[in-house]
């Protein structure tokens, strides 16, 4: 068993200097002159953590490194911003593979879920902020046959000034 996570997001950052906003935007891989931003695309790898074997007929809980796969999301609050906001929309894919050198990955299922939040700067220590907001909602885990497709990888951006 193994999966994999497509992701859409929209992260700011407001810069101490100006007190301009800054945006996250994607690109496809080789073409950094045009934008994704409406589309799902991959959250960093594929498949998303370690594949796991799984017994014929047994259930098991996806583990990778000691931990239950899940997710953490947010953007770095750093030293030169004043605010960060951001909103996820996630869809994670639990795939297997079924033994034998012709075998092709399948999904399994699907779980959708979402998280935002926001954070300001609080004083002039670099790490005094303060949460504005926060929300996360996670759907059931649902039975889906649909292969998973996208255009992008998350890990391909750049900020730049709205």
């Known amino acids: 068993m193994a999966g994999l996570q497509l992701i859409q997001i929209t992260a700011r950052k407001r810069m101490r200097a100006d007190g301009k906003w800054w945006r996250r935007v994607v690109h496809k891989e080789g073409d950094d002159t045009k934008p994704i931003e409406t589309n799902l695309y991959l959250d960093d790898s594929a498949p998303y953590a370690a594949e796991m074997p799984l017994p014929g007929g047994g259930t098991e809980t996806w583990v990778y490194n000691g931990e239950k796969v899940g997710d953490s999301p947010g953007i ?28 092709i990955w399948v999904t399994l ?27 996360r909602h996670t759907d059931a885990l649902r039975p889906l046959r649909d292969l998973p497709e996208w255009e992008a990888n998350s890990d391909i951006y750049e900020w730049i000034k709205e």
């Open 109 to 135: 299922g699907r779980v959708d879920w979402i998280a935002s939040g926001q954070a300001v700067r609080s004083g002039v220590m670099l790490d005094a902020w303060q949460l504005k907001s926060s929300f």
């Open 76 to 103: 770095p609050a750093e030293h030169d911003n004043s605010e960060v906001e951001f909103d996820i929309t996630a869809q994670m894919y639990f795939t297997y593979k079924p033994a034998g050198a012709k075998s």
